[in-house]
C-alpha cells in the first residue's frame, strides 16, 4: 500500500509540475491581460452585484437561489480544510515564501474564476430547483463535446463528494480528537462519522435550496468567528507582524531558496495549496455559480472571482499569520491541522481549542455540503433517472461515515493527483471558449457605462449556439422589470447590430 501511495504521489507531484502549472499560470495571464485585469478593475462590481435582488417567476417565486446564496455555496467548498489544515501542510513544507505564491496564484486566478463562472451561467439549464450548470455542461454546449463533459463530471464526482468530503470528515474527526483523552479513541470515530452522516442526510435530501439556506447561514457566521479568533491572536504576537511578512517576501525570492534548489518547491506547493483552498480555474466553483438567477452571465462570474479573494486574501491568510506570528521556528513542524492547532492553543490556552474544534467542525460540514452539491449537478448532466440520483446520495453519505473511520494519506494523495486531472480538463475548454466569455464582458461593460443593470438575452449573440436560458427578458428579469428591461435590450440590440429603426413587438 505504501508503494502504491508513493506511486501515485510521484506521478501527482510530475502532472501537476510539468503540465498543469505550467498551462494555470499561462492561461491565468492571458486572461488577466485580455480582460484588462478584470480581477481589479471590477473589484467595486463584484461587491455590488453580490447583492442583487434575485429574479423572480411569474408567480412571485425566486427562480432559482440568489446571487449571495450560490456564492455561499461555492464558499462552502472552499472554506475548510484547506484553508486551515490546507495552508498548515503549505507552511510545513514549503516554508513562509509559500504563502507568496498561494497570494500570486489566487490574484491570477481571480481572471479564470470570472471566465468559467461566467461561461457556466451562459450555459446553464433549468431543473426543478432553478438552474444549474458548470464545466460538463458548457463542455457539451460550447464545444460540443459531451464526451469531455462526462470525463470532467466523472473525475469531479470521484474527486470532490466521495474523496474531498471524506477528508474533510477525517479532519472533523482528527480535531475532535484533539479535545478528547485517548479512552475516546474507540467510540469517538464512529460517533463522529455517524452524526456526520446523519446531518448530512437529513440536508442534501432536501435539494440545493436547503443546502443553499444552511451554508447561507453557516459559512458567514463561521469565517467571521474564525477570523476574529486570528486576528486576537496576530494582536497578541503583533510585534512579530513585521517580520512575518518580511519572511513571506524573502523565502519567497530568497537567495539561499534558490541556491538551495527549494524554490520550485516552494512554488509549487504555494500554486497547489492555493488552488485546492480557492479552487480558481479548477472548475468546481462553476457548478455553484451557474446555479443563480442574475440578469447577466457577468454578475456571477464577478461574485465567483469575489469568492477567491475572499477565500485566500482572508481566510487563508488569517491561518498563515496565525502559525508564522506563534511558531518562530518551522524545523520539525507538523503538517495539516495540527500546526494551524497547535499556534491556536500554544497562545490562547486550551479552552480556544473547543472553540477552534467547533469553526472547524462546521466549516468542515459546510465544504461537505458544498462538495456534495457539485456532484449532484454532474450526476443530473450525466443521467437524468431519479434511482441514480438517489443512489449517488446514499453513496456521498456513506463516504463521509468511511472518512471518519479510516485512514486518508492514499485518499489525499490520490485527490490530488485527480484534481489535477480535472484542472487540465477544465483549463483546457476555458481556454477554447474564452473568446464568448469576453465577448460577455465586453456587453456587460457597456451596459454600465450606458448607466444601466445590465441584461443579458441571447439574441445579442445570435451566432453562439446551444444557449438554453437566456431566450427573453423574462428569463432573466421576471415582471417585475420586464417593461424596462424589454426597452434597454431592445436599445441594446440596435446598438450592436445597428438596426436602427428595429422595435420590439
Sequence with gaps: MDALTDWMATWGDNLWTWIVL??????????????????????????????????????????????????????????GVGNIAGVGTAIALGGPGAIFWMWLMAFVGGASAFIESSLAQLYKTRDNDGFRGGPAYYMQRGLRARWMGIVFAVILIICFPLAFSSLQANTIQATLSGSFDESASAWLPWATGIGLAVLMALVVFGGVRRIASVTQALVPAMAILYLILGLVIVVIHADRIPAVIAEIFTSAFGYNEVVGATLGYIILTGVRRGMFSNEAGLGSAPNAGASAAVTHPVKQGLVQTLGVYFDTFLVCSITAFIILVSVPDLAGATQGIGLTQGAVVGTLGEWSNVVLSIIIFLLAFSSILGNYYYGESNIEFITGNRAVLTGYRVVAVLAVLVGALVSTGAIWTFADGAMGFMALVNLVAIGLLSGIAFRLLKDYTRQRREGRDPVFTRDLMPDVKNIEVWEDELSVTGPIDLPTSRRQSAKHRDHLHGSAGRTDS
Design 22 to 79: 505550467p498551462i494555470v499560470v499561462l492561461l491565468g495571464l492571458y486572461f488577466t491581460l485580455r480582460s484588462g485585469v478584470v480581477q481589479f478593475r471590477l473589484i467595486p462590481e463584484m461587491f455590488r452585484t453580490l447583492t442583487d435582488k434575485t429574479p423572480r417567476t411569474e408567480s412571485g417565486e425566486p427562480q432559482s437561489v440568489s446571487s449571495f446564496q450560490a456564492f455561499t455555496i461555492s464558499a462552502a467548498s472552499r472554506v
